[in-house]
């Protein structure tokens, strides 16, 4: 009886242990990945402006946004986007000019899932800007 019962405590250990590492990847798999841009100077139509980022980073609800990746203190989702309202200044040639965005704001670009909502956990990778 004594063997029975630990084996039974080993194999519910195990199990545990393998549905705890299947809902961690599980929950990796379902957070959206993110393309970041950080804005930089540029020439839309001929004037330059100090904050451009692509046309596709800015969305219109309202008010226009572009949701900014910035670190957290969750263990469990380090890193998140947030909505954040900014004005476009001009636009063209696949570029907005925008202010709202602070100096080293890493803005998303592009999303492999819809961003629905003000702040989203996510994984993010980054890429120059225009």
């Not at 990945?33 to 930089?40: A, E, F, M, N, S």
């Not at 572009?66 to 947030?82: G, I, K, N």
Request: proline letters at 5%; a neutral charge; aromatic letters at 12%.
């Amino acid at each position: 009886m004594n063997r029975t019962a630990t084996k039974a405590i080993a194999v519910f250990l195990l199990l545990i242990l393998f549905f705890t590492f299947a809902s961690h990847h599980l929950d990796a798999l379902r957070t959206p990945q993110v393309l970041c841009v950080t804005p930089r100077s540029g020439v839309i139509a001929g004037e330059r402006y100090s904050a451009v980022v692509p046309s596709e980073a800015v969305h219109f609800d309202r008010d226009p946004y572009v949701y900014v990746v910035e670190d957290t203190l969750s263990y469990f989702y380090p890193v998140a986007a947030r909505r954040a309202l900014v004005r476009v200044i001009a636009s063209g040639d696949g570029l907005c000019a925008v202010d709202g965005l602070y100096w080293e704001a890493r803005v998303v670009r592009y999303a492999d899932r819809a961003l629905l909502g003000g702040t989203i956990p996510v994984r993010a990778w980054e890429e120059e800007a225009p």
